[in-house]
């Protein structure tokens, strides 16, 4: 079967390639893929696949209808949007809408979807039961997994795959994860209110500015002195707002940023942790504070069977020495996690990088791919399917 599939996948290349192009030349935003959506289940459909439109708001999903008697259902699932970053790669296809580009590779990850959809639709009942592809809106927010499901996607799945491209491994090379494949992100906003006063008098007022610097101080240096090292956490503050004046002395102070952590246990005391440093210096130094946390996305766990499925398919179909084990995780996220809580899954690294030239990291202006990874990524997730119906079934 293998070999049927990867020469099916080589006869539908030039259309992959041609499908990626149209898609990268004509990104959009998170929440406003219409256009996208409207393509996706147009070359769904001409496959024979039932498809679903506005699904989590502006999704899509394609269900290849049961072929034999396995009612278990496996999901694949691949993500549309792009991101607000002015394109400056300069390439034939770049994108046509100003100020947005496919700059984490979602472009690569929808034709991956689509081609596997394809390759799948023509293996002629080989595969005993259903699969449901979902081509997700808005996961560059971390919100359209949660509107996907929300809308019924996960209902009696029994488990999900994934792919996300990785600049860092050559294109034609996969990267497996077992365990922890990203951390959880969180929300954090805190508020920092003293006394205004003259610039020239700090003593009589209450420096929200200066608190602000101590709250922000405490907590970085904290994390290396109270968290466990071996179990990672990253603080970010991206925004800082306060003051209205060079020579009056601030009464507010706002700080925004994002908690990362890897492991469930540190992250549920974190926002305790927090506050008891918040609330320490505020109070050493006569301030008030409101604090916010917003629990986002929780760690992309991968199931160890799944993941040694994606291992093994990836192992047959391009030899050992194209198949990474990935030793660490990343401290980016993925709401990819939320489809975790309906049912086991894992995802794969695929990689698109150059072997030749400099690759630029994801969300960079100037961030491309080597696009014969699209075969590797369809043929790869094609073969999974198949073993995981193969394994199921027997």
């Given amino acids: 079967m293998l070999s049927q599939i990867k020469e099916i996948a080589h006869t539908l290349a030039p259309r992959l390639i041609e499908i990626r192009r149209h898609l990268h030349s004509h990104p959009e935003l998170s929440g406003q893929e219409y256009q996208t959506a409207a393509y996706v289940a147009g070359v769904l459909s001409s496959c024979g696949l039932h498809v679903q439109e506005a699904v989590g708001k502006v999704g899509v999903v394609g269900e290849l209808p049961n072929q034999g008697t396995d009612p278990r259902l496996l999901a694949i699932r691949t993500d549309m949007d792009a991101l607000p ?10 994108s046509r809408q100003p100020g947005i580009m496919h700059a984490c590779g979602h472009d690569i990850h929808t034709t991956v979807g689509l081609g596997t959809a394809m390759v799948l639709s023509q293996l002629n009942g080989a595969l005993p039961g259903p699969v449901r592809f979902l081509f997700q809106p808005a996961e560059e927010i971390a919100q359209g997994a949660g509107w996907m499901v929300a809308d019924g996607v996960m209902d009696q799945v ?42 020239a008098r700090p003593h009589e007022a209450i420096d929200a500015v200066w608190i602000a610097a101590q709250v922000v101080t405490n907590l970085q240096q904290a994390i290396s002195r109270t968290q466990n090292p071996l179990r990672p956490v990253v603080l970010t ?11 009056v002395i601030a009464d507010q ?10 492991h469930p246990e540190t992250r ?5 942790w927090i506050e008891q440093i918040v609330a320490n210096v505020c109070q050493t130094y006569g301030a008030k504070y409101e604090l916010h946390y917003r629990r986002g996305v929780p760690s992309v766990q991968n199931d160890p069977a799944l993941t040694q499925l994606l291992e093994a398919a990836a192992h047959e179909a391009w030899g050992s020495d194209r198949v990474q084990i990935l030793l660490e995780p990343s401290l980016g996220s993925e709401d990819f996690s939320l489809y975790l809580e309906h049912a086991p899954g894992s ?6 990088g150059y072997p030749d030239k400099f690759n630029y990291p994801l969300h960079h202006p100037q961030f491309e791919v080597d696009e014969s990874a699209i075969l590797t ?16 079934h027997r």
Avoid: C
Avoid at 86 to 93: A, W
Avoid at 167 to 191: F, H, K, M, N, Q
Avoid at 253 to 262: A, F, H, K, M
């Fill in 347 to 352: 995802m794969f690294r695929l990689g698109v």
């Fill in 85 to 94: 970053i002015q394109e400056r790669t300069g390439l034939e296809f770049a």
């Fill in 253 to 262: 102070v706002r700080l925004q940023g994002t908690v990362r952590s890897l």
């Fill in 158 to 199: 029994t488990a999900i795959l994934s792919v996300h491209v990785f600049p860092s491994i050559p294109a034609g090379s996969v990267g497996i994860r077992y365990g922890a494949l990203t951390a959880a992100a969180d929300d954090l906003e805190i508020l920092i209110v003293g006394e205004s006063g003259h610039g």
């Fill in 377 to 392: 990524g369809v043929v790869t997730l094609a073969h999974a399917v198949y073993k995981y119906w193969q394994r199921e």
């Fill in 237 to 247: 503050f991206g925004q800082i707002n306060g003051g209205r004046a060079p020579n």
């Fill in 268 to 272: 549920s005391n974190l926002p305790e």
